[in-house]
Nanobody
Framework: QVQLVQSGGGLVQTGGSLRLSCAAS????????MAWFRQAPGKERELVAA???????SYSDSVKGRFTISRDNAKNTVYLQMNNLIPEDTAVYYC???????????????????WGQGTQVTVSS
């Protein structure tokens, strides 16, 4: 069992920044692949960024160069720093953990089996 509690998010103007945090408990955090997904109204939930250990990362093309995923294994927390936000980033953002172990970073939504409560990010134009 993994419990994920998210914080951060809110309303920001275009070009602004936000940081999301996700605190995990219940399993060995450093061994988990962690990810951030987002879901906009009427759209499917999509991967934003994922991280394995501390330095293996993956980003969607739409956020590369603007968002940074990181983790602090001592604090059992994963972060998503979002810079240069645009209205298209508006969505509910979810933290996720994958308890399955694979040699490469997991990016498939269906392999993430624990989810945070979600947090709204709204970018105004």
């Amino acid at each position: 069992q993994v419990q994920l509690v998210q914080s951060g998010g809110g309303l920001v103007q275009t070009g602004g920044s936000l940081r999301l945090s996700c605190a995990a408990s219940g399993r060995s955090f450093s061994a988990l692949d962690m990810a951030w997904f987002r879901q906009a109204p009427g759209k499917e939930r999509e991967l934003v960024a994922a991280i394995k250990w501390i330095d293996t990362t993956s980003y969607s093309d739409s956020v590369k160069g603007r968002f940074t995923i990181s983790r602090d294994n001592a604090k059992n927390t994963v972060y998503l720093q979002m810079n240069n936000l645009i209205p298209e980033d508006t969505a509910v953002y979810y933290c996720a953990a994958a308890t399955i172990t694979r040699a490469t970073l997991i990016t498939a939504r269906l392999e993430y089996d624990y989810w945070g409560q979600g947090t709204q990010v709204t970018v105004s134009s």
